[in-house]
């Protein structure tokens, strides 16, 4: 391809501004703000437009710094010509949203622009098919800046990009911005180490979730063992309550029985004392009145005996205890007067008399004697209580108590019994209350094992999809970087070749050839067969090799294509005259079989140029042009 | 729950009797996987419950004789003291009815286990590791059961038992049928001899032995769907058990159901575009109503990078419970790129290979990921969704 004319209609600080470029080498000299810039920016323009790489219709920052100064239509116009004759004119409209372009044959004028693809940004492919690369590899190869030193460093990176560009032609498909995407992605997931990355995050969440989990499940067990003791204490406590209502029962029987017992008992005793007392009673009576017959006939004894029998009766009313001892002295102190006087009225009545009063005597002094000790043991049977109180006492308890078969055990030994199985329910009643209490506060500490087993699990499925779009991350890297490599694989000999006849013109023969290894190293043979690291040769060396490089690149991108014209932008800034004029040399060489503009605000440059036989084309300083 | 239709037979000979089999109730299940928050699961938990009562009403309502629950009634790791209160509760509410139940993997009979330890309802029986057969006093008729005793099971556990009563209903109540299990045969099921088997482990309803048009053993499924591996409706088997004649119905008693959908949204050009899809799926009583896990599909517009989360976040409201799945792929001419002379071109090939050869799932997914990656990464793209 052969750029034969540039027409800017409006564009930045130019306006009708056309430039006529010849084949060969064409030197573009101008002073700094002459407008180079704008005119390579022009012509990148018109070859590729001003949208970004990629799917959508976005456009560059160029799109609106180049607008026409001055307004009007922002616009320009093309024309070139194949390496097969064919001439076309290009015209291009660069206003963002309403841009667009047409293809015309320049000879017929017949619109062409039909017959190129567009993408998915609206773009009209033509300059892909009529160049013979695409933007990306045209900046990559064709489009040569300032060569700055030490830029040698950076080629191993640039044979990669381009070796991938050779096939597709795209930057955007450059292997190591995708691996930088992927390497990014995968980092934004993290790892276990990392432990605020989402990964690290979900790991350790894990790691508490289960933790707490298996807590729980063992506060669980806890409870249900707890739970399980409860259950048997409170069986037992049931049983005890059970054995405590019979043995009770029994108890409040041997009580009633020996109640029962006591009140017959107490209550035969006292009819017996009562019978006894009934007696003396009846003896006395009978007495009393023969003594009252004889004292009529006025006899001293009766009234003695009387004195007596009232004196014992007296004492024996008042409730008081006489010893029998005393009642006898008495009684025989008033019969032995008695029998005195009688013994001296009547003797032998008397001694009948006597006989059966002594006996009477001795039967009264009996009953009394019987009736005192039944009231003494009578008195230690009911101690502080009466017959009433122990008659009510026994009416209580025959409606208390149950009914049952009659104990076979005494009431003490029962109430022992009764105790010993009380004390062994406050036992189990304590033990069931402290359980049931630990069952509580357990209850309320132990976190819902059902909830745990559910976060755990949705932690498991996060780590889970975190790992296998890490698998699948790495599974991508790993493809490009092998696809990558079977590029370079291919691409470094050829690159090698390319560059190896480069060398030699670059470095005036010191150098035979360039080896590019499958790494893209690079290393250079010298005329007797010594290798030599890039590392070692001098500043200026690796920078005419990097130029080569860059020459050898668009030779192989273009390899069997259109011959895509070179354009370089003040390229031997830093160059020493001598290298200028070697680096000048060899694009007149190239100039040749392809189109080469370098544009320069050097005179060294156009000088050089004019020496070589070159085209020069000399920019006016753009403000003065801009009012022209 | 309303059963219109059912109307017990009237079987002649010996008299026929009225079965509720119920399986699966899993109260307390954790609801693993089900989607939605832990707020939702802990719902759901209630739902269980609810729907558990509704089933004791049913039993009440229809004059039930014997109700058999053939296992995993709750979940041992998750039930509570107050589970079980809340379950031997319900049973009391029905102290006519016979209740068997055998035990299943979820719900084992383990020492310190609730069955063992809870004093349960008198009309309770609760079956153990050892076959047991109650002849009811009242009725004639006989329930054979066994209950794990054990987390697994692997062997068949009734092999040598036979009931042949024939002047009885002879029912069997046995969790299990599979793997480590207690698996058994639909043969060793018709070996026992009974009238009607109630069986329970398998979550979706199915007869497993019939005979001469009788059907004699089968899964009643989980009355509530308990995940999105449970679609359709559930519920319990309600019927007659006679000598001569089996009349059985599904009641449904299922709450809610797991809806399991692919949303293509094919086209979609914004976050919009695929809620307004999702929301499409069905109408809006039926979304609050159910459980529904959407799998996104289709080719999309490889910049339009779905965000689950926010979208999941934007239906909320929209859905009772949603779980959002995104299979969609971006949208590239896979043939076109891979004719492409570029290493992008080498390594779609490269990538579409593998996922040919790939010998499984998780290897197919793995390499179209990949592949999806990989083509993001090449056209600029970094960084997390």
């Known amino acids: 391809m052969r750029i034969d004319e540039l027409y800017l209609t409006a564009f930045g600080r130019f306006r009708g501004r056309r430039l006529a470029l010849g084949p060969g080498l064409t030197v573009l000299y101008g002073p700094n703000e002459s407008g180079k810039t704008t005119i390579q920016k022009f012509l990148l323009g018109m070859l590729y437009g001003f949208k970004k790489p990629g799917l959508r219709r976005e456009y560059t920052a160029d799109a609106a710094r180049y607008r026409p100064w001055e307004g009007g239509g922002y616009r320009g116009s093309l024309i070139y010509t194949l390496g097969d004759g064919q001439t076309f004119r290009v015209e291009r409209e660069f206003e963002p949203g309403s841009d667009g372009l047409h293809v015309y044959d320049h000879r017929t004028g017949a619109d062409l622009t039909a017959r190129f693809p567009m993408d998915r940004r609206r773009e009209v492919l033509f300059a892909e098919a009529h160049v013979g690369l695409s933007e990306e590899a045209f900046r990559a190869t064709a489009w040569v800046g300032q060569l700055a030193v030490g830029q040698m460093e950076a080629a191993r990176e640039l044979v990669a990009r381009v070796a991938n560009l050779q096939e597709s032609g795209r930057e955007d498909l450059s292997v190591q911005a995708a691996l930088d995407a992927l390497r990014d992605r995968a980092k934004a997931i993290g790892t276990e180490r990392a432990v605020t990355s989402l990964y690290g995050r979900t790991v350790r969440a894990m790691a508490e979730t289960r933790q707490a989990l298996e807590r729980a499940e063992g506060a669980r067990e806890a409870i249900r063992d707890w739970e399980a003791r409860l259950t048997e204490v409170r069986a037992v406590l049931d049983e005890l309550d059970g054995e405590l209502a019979e043995l009770g029962g029994q108890w409040q029987r041997a009580v009633l029985a020996e109640a029962e017992a006591k009140l017959d008992r107490v209550t035969a005793t006292n009819r017996r004392v009562r019978e006894l007392w009934a007696r003396a009673e009846e003896l006395e009576r009978r007495e009393r009145p023969s003594r009252g017959q004889r004292a009529g006939r006025s006899s001293p004894g009766p009234a003695l005996l009387g004195s007596a029998a009232v004196l014992v009766a007296a004492a024996v009313l008042a409730g008081v205890v006489i010893r029998q001892g005393w009642v006898a002295t008495i009684l025989g102190m008033a019969g032995l007067a008695s029998a005195a006087l009688w013994f001296h009225q009547r003797s032998q009545a008397a001694a009948v008399a006597a006989a059966r009063r002594e006996q009477s005597t001795m039967e009264l002094a009996r009953a009394q004697d019987e009736a005192e000790g039944l009231e003494g043991a009578l008195q230690a049977l009911l101690g502080a209580e009466t017959p009433e109180s122990l008659a009510a006492d026994v009416e209580r308890l025959r409606a208390e108590t149950p009914a049952g078969p009659p104990p076979a055990r005494s009431a003490a030994v029962l109430q022992e019994e009764v105790r010993r199985l009380e004390a062994r329910r406050a036992d189990h009643a304590a033990r069931a209350s402290d359980l049931a209490a630990r069952v509580e506060t357990a209850l309320r500490d132990v976190p819902d094992t059902a909830d745990l087993r559910r976060a755990l699990a949705d932690l498991a499925e996060e780590k889970e999809a975190y790992e296998a779009e890490l698998a699948a991350i790495d599974l991508a890297a790993r493809t490009i970087t092998e696809v990558a490599g079977e590029i370079h694989r291919e691409f470094a000999p050829r690159l090698g070749a390319a560059l190896g006849g480069l060398a030699g013109v670059l470095t005036g023969g010191r150098y035979r050839s360039v080896q590019v290894d499958e790494e893209a190293a690079m290393r250079v043979l010298t005329e007797d067969d010594r290798t030599v690291e890039l590392t070692a040769l001098s500043g200026g060396t690796a920078d005419q090799l990097y130029l080569g490089l860059r020459l050898a690149l668009l030779d192989l991108l273009t390899e069997g294509q259109e011959r895509a014209p070179l354009l370089l932008d003040d390229p031997f800034v830093q160059y020493d005259d001598a290298r200028a004029a070697a680096a000048l040399s060899l694009l007149a060489g190239i100039a040749r079989s392809r189109q080469v503009l370098v544009l320069t605000c050097h005179r060294r440059e156009a000088d050089l140029a004019r020496g070589m036989g070159a085209s020069v084309i000399e920019l006016v300083d753009a403000a003065a042009e801009g009012t022209a | ?385």
């Open chain 2, 1 to 385: 729950m309303v059963v219109e239709s059912y109307s017990p037979m009237e079987v002649k000979g010996v008299q026929a009797i009225k079965v509720l089999h119920l399986a699966d109730m899993h109260l307390e299940w954790p609801f693993v996987s089900a989607g939605g928050d832990a707020l939702r699961g802990r719902l759901r938990r209630e739902e269980l419950k609810a729907v558990f009562a509704g089933i004791i009403d049913l039993a009440a309502r229809e004059g039930v004789q014997v109700l058999l629950a053939a296992g995993d009634l709750f979940e041992h790791a998750h039930a509570s003291r107050a589970t079980v209160k809340f379950i031997d509760d319900q049973f009391r509410r029905i102290p006519d009815v016979a209740v068997f139940i055998s035990p299943g993997n979820h719900d084992p009979y383990l020492e310190g286990s609730y069955w063992q330890t809870y004093p349960w309802a008198p009309n309770v029986h609760v079956f153990g590791p050892e076959p047991e057969q109650v002849d009811l006093e009242h009725l004639p008729i006989s329930v054979l059961g066994w209950g794990f005793g054990a987390w697994e099971v692997r062997q068949w556990q009734l092999g040598h038992l036979r009931m042949g009563d024939p002047g009885r209903i002879n029912l069997a109540v046995l969790h299990g049928g599979e793997g480590t299990y207690h698996p058994f045969t639909p043969a060793d099921l018709a070996a026992l001899g009974a009238d009607y088997i109630a069986l329970g482990h398998i979550h979706k309803e199915g007869v497993v032995l019939e005979q001469g048009g009788r059907v004699v053993a089968r899964y009643s499924g989980s009355p509530e769907a308990l995940g999105f591996g449970e679609p359709g409706v559930h519920g319990v088997y309600l019927g007659t058990v006679s000598k001569e004649a089996n009349r059985f119905q599904f009641v449904p008693t299922g709450l809610r159901q797991y809806i399991t959908a692919d949303v293509d949204v094919t086209g979609a050009v914004s976050p919009e575009d695929v809620a307004a899809a999702a929301l499409a799926v069905d109408d809006a009583a039926a979304r609050q109503q159910h459980c529904y896990r959407l799998r996104l599909t289709g080719r999309i517009d490889p910049e339009l990078a779905i965000d689950l989360p926010v979208l999941q976040e934007k239906l909320a409201g929209q859905f009772y419970l949603l779980r959002l799945e995104d299979a969609t792929e971006p949208d590239y001419d896979l043939a076109a790129l891979a004719r492409e002379k570029s290493a992008r071109g080498l390594f779609v090939r490269r990538l579409l290979a593998l996922e040919e050869s790939a010998t499984g799932d998780a290897e197919r997914q793995r390499a179209r990921r990949a592949l999806a990656l990989g083509l993001g990464a090449f056209a600029g793209k970094g960084g997390g969704r």
